[in-house]
């Protein structure tokens, strides 16, 4: 059992190395305050993650609500004229897409936006994965 976690860690590192996208493909643009209210959770405050790396999400990932509060890590994989830094991020799902039709899968705050891309107006193609935290991590 133990080595087939490390062929699975390895594997996971190679990929990643190699550049093959393991999770979903969207486009991503960039949204501005006022953030508040929220279709999660109206004005509470702490709804927001620390550095304020969250997102608002399109149809397609709203799930009538339960989407609310999933987190997801995103790293640009394109865009016109190179926009994309070398990072990826974690970010937490407090709202849906307040425009019809939504410009992008996933609306990133500005502080989101702006730690993947350089260009803060530009449409980008972004990777995704949801993930949960380990539980022992959530207690600890």
Not at 20 to 37: C, E, F, H, K, R
């Amino acid at each position: 059992m133990a080595l087939m976690a490390i062929a699975i860690v390895a594997m996971s590192f190679l990929s990643y190395e190699a550049g093959i996208v393991l999770g979903d493909i969207g486009t991503a643009t960039s949204y501005n305050p006022p953030y508040l209210p929220t279709k999660c959770h109206g004005n509470r405050q702490d709804q927001f993650p620390p550095g304020n790396l969250f997102v608002s999400v399109s149809e397609g990932l709203w799930d009538n609500g339960a989407a609310c509060g999933r987190r997801y890590r995103l790293r640009c994989l394109s865009g016109k004229n190179r926009p994309c830094k070398d990072e990826t991020i974690d970010v937490r799902v407090v709202d849906f897409c307040r425009k019809s039709p939504c410009p992008s899968t996933i609306l990133l705050s500005s502080d989101a936006f702006s730690a993947v891309s350089h260009s803060p107006s530009a449409k980008i193609n972004v990777e995704y994965i949801q993930y949960v935290s380990s539980p022992a991590l959530l207690y600890s």
